[in-house]
């Protein structure tokens, strides 16, 4: 079982790690954590790429933590079982990347031709968090599901909930832009991963019946 959950292992561990080396575990984030390792579309603008990865490791802290340390956990888990160790690492990181790159080059700068002040404001607002990775994911899950009705109901629920979430937060998007964000990532990234792992066919991994010679 250690050896089926390597990615989902190592994963945890280093969340759990970093949030206990940053005081996030019970405590909010600090400004300086922030600034230092947190993203925001203006960072990509400036090509510091590597903060994709250095944010991915942290959260906003304390419940925020332990929510999206065990919905990391459940979601990587159920994939990796389902997929593989490969293709769950490729499709947490695969997908966390292209759902910024597409927050960076479509969903802000539509917002900023729209909403001069709200485009404004999320294009310097700072985030951080693993679930665009993990959202991917699920999206993947998802369409695993073996029964087509059972995932066409699933997945239609997710979606419709993650966009009406994420429009209801546009609403608060003065005081929490970073959470009217990550909203929005949520669903680029489970319909992302739900489209990708459809057009790739995958299935859940069988169970070899045989032995070799």
């Known amino acids: 079982m250690m050896k089926q959950l390597a990615f989902t292992i190592t994963m945890a561990l280093a969340l759990f790690v970093v949030a206990a080396a940053s005081d996030t575990l019970f405590n909010r984030i600090s400004d300086a954590s ?18 994709i990865i250095t944010s991915t490791f942290l ?7 332990w929510r999206s340390w065990i919905a ?4 990587l888990a159920l994939c990796e079982l389902r997929i593989g160790t490969a293709r769950t690492a490729g499709a947490f990181w695969l997908g966390h990347f292209l759902t910024v790159i597409a927050m960076a080059l479509v969903i802000v700068p539509v917002l900023r031709l729209t909403t001069d002040e709200a485009g404004a404001i999320v294009y310097t607002a700072i985030d951080v968090g693993p679930s665009a990775g993990y959202f991917t994911c699920l999206g993947v899950v998802v369409v ?5 009705r059972l995932r066409a109901i699933v997945s239609t629920c997710i979606v ?4 009406a979430l994420s429009l209801w937060r546009f609403s608060s998007i003065r005081e929490s832009p970073h ?10 990234a489970f319909i ?22």
Request: proline share 1%; hydrophobic share 45%; glycine share 12%.
């Open 34 to 51: 922030l600034d230092a390792a947190g993203l925001s579309m203006n960072h990509i603008s400036g090509l510091q790429i590597h903060r």
């Open 179 to 188: 959470v009217f964000l990550a909203d929005s990532a949520h669903a680029l």
């Open 72 to 75: 990391l956990i459940i979601i």
């Open 59 to 65: 959260t906003h802290g304390g419940t925020v933590f």
């Open 160 to 163: 419709f909930a993650l966009i």
């Open 144 to 148: 695993t599901i073996s029964n087509r």
């Open 192 to 213: 992302g991963g739900a489209l990708a792992a459809r057009g790739l066919r995958l299935r859940t991994k069988t169970p070899s019946t045989g032995r070799r010679s």
